[in-house]
Each structure stands twice: as C-alpha cells, then as structure tokens.
C-alpha cells in the first residue's frame, strides 16, 4: 500500500500540533478528529497510529468503562485512548547525531568549589601587616566597644613591648 509513511506523518503531525495539550501533556483524539486533521481516511489513520507505535514513537492507553449488557454478562466500552508520544531515544532505528549528542562535563567542575588560598599564605599575608597598624585598628576597635578587640590590643601592646 503506497503513501503509508506519508499517513503516518500526517498523524504525527496532528498530534503534536493539533492535539496535544502541551501544558497538562493530555492526548486523546479520536479517530474521527485525526483523520479530519490528517486528511485521510479512518483505516488509514488506524494503519499509522500502528505503524507509530510499532516504531515507538508515539504509545497508548486504552480507556473502557465497564458495563453489564443486555444479556447481563460484563462488557468494556471503549471511550477514548491515552496516547503519549516517546522520547527520542525509544524510537527504533534512530540514533541521536554526534553533534547533538550532549558532551560530557569536565569531572572538576561537576559542584566543584573554587580554590582556596592556601593557609600559610593567608597567615603570610597577615604578619605583613606591621605591628603598629595591627595595635591602631584594635585600639580603634576597642574604643567602639568591642571586647575582643580590647583583648588584641592588650595583646599587641605587649608584643611592642617584647620587641
């Protein structure tokens, strides 16, 4: 049967475009409502949502509502089915292309933290500070109120002393 692949397209088309809710992610058109949308008959639109599903694009949910018949014996009548369309990498025969393939991230900079200073240096850094400077913003400190500082600046008093 020629032209099934173009069917099959049509349908995929309707689907994504026409009928998916792309908010809730519902999908469940008719039959009826598909083959509008495609421009093809019933059979066909039966034959691609088949063909669909053998190449896992697209999947489905039957929805029944059960129900006792005349006869009184149980009976399912279809309402309408749950479809869902599949990610890319459950379709057969498609492989994801070397330039779209996501490149995987260096190791160092998967939650990596920046470098600190090395300890020493930052000891280094402050016994540069001349003495006098140290015992200045101390005092100043301690005039503000700040016992701690009052307690540097005894401390550094007496290093002047020592020296």
Avoid at 110 to 134: E, H, Q, S
Wanted: aromatic share 8%; glycine share 10%.
């Amino acid at each position: 049967m020629p032209g099934r692949g173009r069917a099959a397209l049509a349908v995929l088309r309707a689907m994504l475009f026409r009928f998916l809710n792309w908010r809730t992610g519902r999908l469940d058109p008719s039959y009826e409502g598909l083959a509008l949308a495609a421009g093809f008959c019933r059979a066909h639109i039966a034959e691609a949502l088949r063909q669909l599903r053998l190449l896992g694009i697209i999947g489905w949910h039957r929805r029944c509502q059960p129900s006792t018949g005349a006869d009184g014996r149980f009976e399912l009548h279809q309402e309408t089915n749950a479809y869902h369309i599949n990610p890319p990498s459950h379709w057969r025969g498609y492989d994801v292309p070397a330039a779209e393939a996501p490149s995987v991230p260096a190791p160092d900079t998967w939650g990596a933290a920046p470098p600190l200073p090395d300890l020493f240096d930052a000891i280094r850094a402050g016994a540069d500070v001349a003495l006098a400077d140290k015992l200045a913003m101390a005092e100043q400190d301690a005039a503000a109120g700040d016992p701690f500082a009052a307690t540097l600046a005894r401390h550094y008093r007496d290093r002047q002393g020592d020296g």
